[in-house]
T-cell receptor, first 115, second 113 residues
Framework: DGGITQSPKYLFRKEGQNVTLSCEQN?????MYWYRQDPGQGLRLIYY???????QKGDIAEGYSVSREKKESFPLTVTSAQKNPTAFYLC??????????????FGSGTQLSVL | AQSVSQHNHHVILSEAASLELGCNYS??????LFWYVQYPGQHLQLLLK??????LVKGIKGFEAEFIKSKFSFNLRKPSVQWSDTAEYFC???????????FGTGTRLKVLA
């Protein structure tokens, strides 16, 4: 089945530790996105990428880093510089069409908590 | 900066009541507008989308939304809600050329049986 796979489902981070959240898609989508979901704050864009080896900062990129070495994969690293990392992280992807936005396909999310 | 506002954070309705959830966006250029729904324990899924043409858009499960350009609004409506509509609803905007989808803060809808 085609879709987006996020792993792990739950992740715990110790103080000062970097952790990496995995996102893989087999939909052959060009664009991939990382969002952070906090209660009452909706989805906030962390990073996004339209093509391999290129990505842009979203609205809350500080304390996070990404890479896009393969079309199918867009891992997110939560660094020790992110002081409030506890949140639900969602990965999404979409086809890119000229002029018109296609819908986003979402993964099932990773819940990150700080120990 | 581009932003999306949803003014109703929590809505409680009885079954068969009518629903209208507000959404306003701030961007002067061409936008595509979306409503997504997140049922408890499920992935976010698309309810409906506006790109161009008829400003009244029909979606799944009896939902519709109206794009009013002069008011920068894209409100979601349903004439008669069901208990199964209990979920969180998100409005989102995509601006041509930026490749960014910006979401509102969401509205939690609870429908009482």
């Amino acid at each position: 089945d085609g879709g987006i796979t996020q792993s792990p489902k739950y992740l715990f981070r110790k103080e000062g530790q970097n952790v990496t959240l995995s996102c893989e898609q087999n939909l052959n989508h060009d664009a991939m996105y990382w969002y952070r979901q906090d209660p009452g704050q909706g989805l906030r864009l962390i990073y996004y990428s339209q093509i391999v080896n290129d990505f842009q900062k979203g609205d809350i990129a500080e304390g996070y880093s990404v890479s896009r070495e393969k079309k199918e994969s867009f891992p997110l690293t939560v660094t020790s510089a992110q002081k409030n990392p506890t949140a639900f992280y969602l990965c999404a992807s979409s086809i890119l069409l000229p002029g018109e936005a296609e819908k986003l396909f979402f993964g099932s999310g990773t819940q990150l908590s700080v120990l | 900066a581009q932003s999306v506002s949803q003014h109703n954070h929590h809505v409680i309705l009885s079954e068969a009541a009518s629903l209208e959830l507000g959404c306003n966006y701030s961007y002067g250029g061409t936008v595509n507008l979306f409503w997504y729904v997140q049922y408890p324990g499920q992935h976010l899924q698309l309810l409906l989308k506006y790109f161009s043409g008829d400003p009244l858009v029909k979606g799944i499960k009896g939902f519709e939304a109206e794009f009013i350009k002069s008011k920068f609004s894209f409100n979601l409506r349903k004439p008669s809600v069901q208990w199964s509509d209990t979920a969180e609803y998100f409005c989102a905007a995509y601006t041509s050329g930026t490749y960014k989808y910006i979401f509102g803060t969401g509205t939690r809808l609870k429908v009482l049986a």
